[in-house]
Structures are given as structure tokens and as C-alpha cells.
């Protein structure tokens, strides 16, 4: 075992710590901007926003941040998650790689999100906030959000994107059933949320939408604070966990990573399981190949300038450089609603900037059917967006069969898909489309990118 894993574990062999990769960049990350001044901001401009804890954490270059005791004794109800190896599936596909998944199914909330829900409701209530709001796409975030809420004693808001709001019921009765309130968005409970139903009253909502609801919400108050579920410095330093465990378990099969997968939406489940990769190798160990898949529906790392805009649709977050389709870019309904974010985690997209690792879009059946051989083999019904990781993991896999090379695949398996079965009826149905954007929608969402001096 390593020596920095060793010193990094505790009595259960659980990670103490998340690792920072703002610690081991080889070039920092542009600023973050203040939208209306153009000047980088600094930690009081988000204090309307997030606890002094989480703000730290966001602008912090230590490389290992300690995980406070309360958090870790939440996480070990289901943490360590478990890493597999892929037998099935290797079979079934006749090839000489070695695939092995980590799988975050099996947390509380049924995704990865839980890792953040939970310091981020900690480090709320250290700071004596007594509610939340906050936005979900298919629902997930918004369950983790819920169940910390609950385990907390904090009241929660949630606004929920229309499409699936009413694609996912059992999501929203989840979250009410762990004490939160949940609305489709855009709702009339706020400003941004009356004006966008005034001008489009039968809009699908995007994530965009409800972030600008959320945050609305979270200004307006003074006992409430904004909780992300992905995209920030922060979210994604909680999320390590995944990667770290997964060195280490790897470690015990004797094994070690050359492709790295993981789907992406706002970039958070990718990066906690390759950063720790990455890191490793910038700190002059084994080089990873690192593979970042979306929805060819949203492709924001594909198609997606690099460029400074808002992370929501009203602008009133800061500006941050990242690769992004416009935030009035509105992708179709499709079922993987955790991927349908204009925007990408502003870290993710510098590294893509910095050729430390590469993407790639798939459309939605495809990977569908990526993940119903993999149920068929593996026994787990994989989310909506984690059938994108599934179906790089699978390409990837028929590439070394094709090369005749072994190597060794590491995907993250984000989520379940129990409450997304109605997507697989609508799959075997045959009434799932591989909808492609409006390119004139794209280049116009385009087109109103903030300029930046
Ligand atoms: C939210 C979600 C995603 C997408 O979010 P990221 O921040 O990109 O990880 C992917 N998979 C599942 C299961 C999710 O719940």
C-alpha cells in the first residue's frame, strides 16, 4: 500500500480526507468573475450564498482537506462503496480488458450526490442556517439534499426542472418523504421563475432555470443559504472519496487504472473518481487516460465554448470560465436529466483545457442499450447517466478486444435506476428518440455569451 493512502486512512480504511487538485495544477484556474463589475470576486461576494466553511474550500490549494468526523460517521453507513469487477460483462463482450466499476448506487439517495449533500448540510448547520434552497434536474440531487436535510434538522427547498418533475414522481415523493418541499420550476414562487412562465408558460424548466430560482430564493432570506449538487470547486472536492477508495480498492485486486471513465453533467461523480487519479500522475506516477462521457443532447465539453458565462439563466451567479452552450441554451427532455446542464465544473473544463483528459457525446439509445447488457450481466439497473460511463466502458473495451490489448478500465457507476423506470419501458416501447439540438438555438445561446474583457 501507498504510503499517502496509509496516512490517509482511518481504523476502517476510509479515506480522512478529500483530495484538493487546485493543489497540483500545473496552472491555476482563471478567476471567477463578478457579473457586474468584471473584477475576480473574493470570499465575501459569496457569502450570501454558501456557509464560510464551504467558501474556504472553494478557493483552497491545500491538498488534503480533513473530512469532520460527524461527516465521516454518516458516510460509513454505506461508505466504503463497493468496487466490482465486471466479470459478466467481460465475458459477454469476449474481451481481454479488465473492467471494474465503483459503484455509488448504494448510498441513501441511490447516486453519489449523498458525499456533498451531507458536509455541505454540516458545515450549513455549523453556521447556524436553519434552511436550504436548492435546484434538482432528474431528482437526485434533491433526494441527497433532502436526506442530509433531514439527518441535519434543516428545512429544504427544492426546485425541480418541470420535464422531470413530472417524468419522476416517485423522486419528489422521495424527497418529501425525508421532509423536503418540492416544486416544479419555473414555479410562481419566484421572480425569475413568474417572468421565464410569463414569456414561455409551457417550458420544459432546465437546470439553468432552477438554479436562478434557487438562488433567488437563498438572497432573499437571511435564514437560508444556496446548495449546489455539482459544477463548484467544492462539490467536486467532496466527491474524491470516490476516487480515493477506489485507489485503494484497486490496490487490494492489484490492479491499477488505465482508462478512467465517468459520465458528465456538471462534471462532479468524473471528477471525484479521476482527480485523485490525476493527481497522482501529476505528482509523477502512472499516466491515466481519462474519458469524460455526455449526451450528444447537451454536449457541453464536445461542442461547448471555453468561455466565461453564468452558471444559470436569470445571471445572477458569478461568471466563471468553463465550457458552456449559452445559459439559455434548453436541451430536450431527454431521460438523463443529471446531464442536461449548459455548463461544466469550471475545474473539469480546464483540465480538458490542459490535455489532461479527453470527452466524448453519445446519443441516449445507444445508451440504453449499454445499459441493459450491462443489467444482463451485472445485475445492477444502471441511472440514465450513468449509462453514458457504461457505454464508454463498454466502447473502450471492444477497442482492446479490436487491438488485442489487456488493459485495465475503471468506471464510475453514479447511480441506480430504480426510480427512472419508466425510461426503460419508454426504451423497450420503442418511444425514446435520439432528439438532436436546434443548431440555430445552440449558436444564438451562443451568441449571448457575457463578454468579458
Ligand atoms: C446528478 C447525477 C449525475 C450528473 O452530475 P455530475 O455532477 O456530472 O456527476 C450523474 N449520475 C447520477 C446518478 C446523478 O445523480
Same mark, same amino acid.
Given at each position: 500500500?501507498?504510503?499517502?493512502?496509509?496516512?490517509?486512512?482511518?481504523?476502517?480504511?476510509?479515506?480522512?480526507?478529500?483530495?484538493?487538485?487546485?493543489?497540483?495544477?500545473?496552472?491555476?484556474?482563471?478567476?471567477?468573475?463578478?457579473?457586474?463589475?468584471?473584477?475576480?470576486?473574493?470570499?465575501?461576494?459569496?457569502?450570501?450564498?454558501?456557509?464560510?466553511?464551504?467558501?474556504?474550500?472553494?478557493?483552497?490549494?491545500?491538498?488534503?482537506?480533513?473530512?469532520?468526523?460527524?461527516?465521516?460517521?454518516?458516510?460509513?453507513?454505506?461508505?466504503?462503496?463497493?468496487?466490482?469487477?465486471?466479470?459478466?460483462?467481460?465475458?459477454?463482450? $469476449? /474481451?481481454? +480488458?479488465?473492467?471494474?466499476?465503483?459503484? =455509488?448506487?448504494?448510498?441513501?439517495? !441511490? %447516486?453519489?450526490?449523498?458525499?456533498? #449533500?451531507?458536509?455541505?448540510?454540516?458545515?450549513?448547520?455549523?453556521?447556524?442556517?436553519?434552511?436550504?434552497?436548492?435546484?434538482?434536474?432528474?431528482?437526485?440531487?434533491?433526494?441527497?439534499?433532502?436526506?442530509?436535510?433531514?439527518?441535519?434538522?434543516?428545512?429544504?427547498?427544492?426546485?425541480?426542472?418541470?420535464?422531470?418533475?413530472?417524468?419522476?414522481?416517485?423522486?419528489?415523493?422521495?424527497?418529501?418523504?425525508?421532509?423536503?418541499?418540492?416544486?416544479?420550476?419555473?414555479?410562481? $414562487? /419566484?421572480? +425569475?421563475?413568474?417572468?421565464?412562465?410569463? =414569456?414561455?408558460?409551457?417550458?420544459? !424548466? %432546465?437546470?439553468?432555470?432552477?438554479? #436562478?430560482?434557487?438562488?433567488?430564493?437563498?438572497?432573499?432570506?437571511?435564514?437560508?443559504?444556496?446548495?449546489?449538487?455539482?459544477?463548484?470547486?467544492?462539490?467536486?472536492?467532496?466527491?474524491?472519496?470516490?476516487?480515493?477508495e477506489s485507489e485503494l480498492q484497486m490496490e487490494m485486486a492489484d490492479d491499477y487504472p488505465d482508462i478512467i471513465?465517468?459520465?458528465?453533467?456538471?462534471?462532479?461523480?468524473?471528477?471525484?473518481?479521476?482527480?485523485?487519479?490525476?493527481?497522482?500522475?501529476?505528482?509523477?506516477?502512472?499516466?491515466?487516460?481519462?474519458?469524460?462521457? =455526455?449526451?450528444?443532447?447537451?454536449?457541453?465539453?464536445?461542442?461547448?465554448?471555453?468561455?466565461?458565462?453564468?452558471?444559470?439563466?436569470?445571471?445572477?451567479?458569478?461568471?466563471?470560465?468553463?465550457?458552456?452552450?449559452?445559459?439559455?441554451?434548453?436541451?430536450?427532455?431527454?431521460?438523463?436529466?443529471?446531464?442536461?446542464?449548459?455548463?461544466?465544473?469550471?475545474?473539469?473544463?480546464?483540465?480538458?483545457?490542459?490535455?489532461?483528459?479527453?470527452?466524448?457525446?453519445?446519443?441516449?439509445?445507444?445508451?440504453?442499450?449499454?445499459?441493459?447488457?450491462?443489467?444482463?450481466?451485472?445485475?445492477?439497473?444502471?441511472?440514465?447517466?450513468?449509462?453514458?460511463?457504461?457505454?464508454?466502458?463498454?466502447?473502450?473495451?471492444?477497442?482492446?478486444?479490436?487491438?488485442?490489448?489487456?488493459?485495465?478500465?475503471?468506471?464510475?457507476?453514479?447511480?441506480?435506476?430504480?426510480?427512472?423506470?419508466?425510461?426503460?419501458?419508454?426504451?423497450?416501447?420503442?418511444?425514446?428518440?435520439?432528439?438532436?439540438?436546434?443548431?440555430?438555438?445552440?449558436?444564438?445561446?451562443?451568441?449571448?455569451?457575457?463578454?468579458?474583457?
Amino acid at each position: 500500500m501507498s504510503a499517502t493512502i496509509k496516512y490517509l486512512l482511518d481504523e476502517e480504511q476510509m479515506p480522512r480526507s478529500w483530495y484538493n487538485i487546485q493543489a497540483d495544477l500545473p496552472e491555476p484556474l482563471p478567476p471567477t468573475l463578478h457579473p457586474g463589475t468584471g473584477e475576480p470576486i473574493g470570499p465575501a461576494d459569496l457569502e450570501p450564498l454558501f456557509p464560510m466553511a464551504l467558501i474556504e474550500q472553494e478557493v483552497s490549494t491545500e491538498r488534503y482537506i480533513d473530512i469532520p468526523e460527524p461527516v465521516r460517521d454518516i458516510y460509513r453507513s454505506w461508505r466504503p462503496s463497493p468496487l466490482y469487477r465486471a466479470r459478466g460483462l467481460e465475458a459477454r463482450l $469476449d /474481451t481481454p +480488458a479488465r473492467i471494474y466499476y465503483k459503484y =455509488e448506487g448504494v448510498s441513501p439517495a !441511490g %447516486s453519489h450526490k449523498v458525499n456533498t #449533500s451531507v458536509p455541505q448540510a454540516f458545515y450549513s448547520k455549523e453556521a447556524g442556517i436553519k434552511r436550504i434552497a436548492t435546484e434538482t434536474g432528474a431528482g437526485q440531487w434533491g433526494s441527497a439534499m433532502a436526506y442530509a436535510g433531514a439527518l441535519f434538522d434543516l428545512v429544504i427547498k427544492v426546485y425541480m426542472v418541470k420535464v422531470s418533475f413530472n417524468q419522476k414522481p416517485y423522486r419528489r415523493a422521495m424527497m418529501e418523504t425525508f421532509g423536503a418541499e418540492c416544486v416544479a420550476s419555473p414555479s410562481m $414562487d /419566484t421572480e +425569475a421563475g413568474r417572468a421565464i412562465l410569463a =414569456e414561455t408558460p409551457d417550458t420544459t !424548466g %432546465s437546470l439553468g432555470i432552477a438554479i #436562478s430560482e434557487a438562488v433567488e430564493d437563498a438572497v432573499g432570506r437571511d435564514d437560508t443559504k444556496y446548495a449546489l449538487g455539482s459544477v463548484l470547486n467544492h462539490v467536486l472536492l467532496h466527491q474524491t472519496i470516490i476516487g480515493m477508495e477506489s485507489e485503494l480498492q484497486m490496490e487490494m485486486a492489484d490492479d491499477y487504472p488505465d482508462i478512467i471513465i465517468g459520465c458528465t453533467g456538471g462534471g462532479s461523480n468524473f471528477a471525484g473518481i479521476a482527480f485523485p487519479f490525476i493527481g497522482k500522475q501529476l505528482g509523477g506516477g502512472s499516466k491515466v487516460e481519462v474519458l469524460a462521457i =455526455e449526451p450528444r443532447a447537451c454536449p457541453t465539453l464536445t461542442r461547448g465554448e471555453y468561455a466565461y458565462d453564468f452558471g444559470d439563466t436569470a445571471h445572477l451567479t458569478p461568471l466563471v470560465k468553463m465550457h458552456t452552450l449559452g445559459s439559455t441554451f434548453v436541451p430536450l427532455g431527454f431521460h438523463a436529466g443529471g446531464l442536461r446542464y449548459h455548463g461544466m465544473a469550471p475545474l473539469v473544463s480546464h483540465l480538458q483545457e490542459l490535455g489532461l483528459m479527453k470527452s466524448r457525446a453519445y446519443d441516449q439509445l445507444e445508451c440504453f442499450e449499454a445499459a441493459v447488457l450491462f443489467a444482463r450481466t451485472e445485475g445492477i439497473i444502471p441511472a440514465p447517466e450513468a449509462s453514458h460511463a457504461i457505454k464508454g466502458g463498454i466502447d473502450e473495451a471492444l477497442r482492446c478486444k479490436q487491438e488485442g490489448t489487456s488493459r485495465s478500465i475503471l468506471i464510475n457507476l453514479s447511480g441506480h435506476g430504480h426510480f427512472d423506470m419508466q425510461a426503460y419501458t419508454d426504451y423497450f416501447g420503442g418511444k425514446l428518440k435520439d432528439g438532436i439540438y436546434d443548431e440555430k438555438e445552440l449558436a444564438m445561446a451562443l451568441s449571448g455569451l457575457p463578454s468579458v474583457g
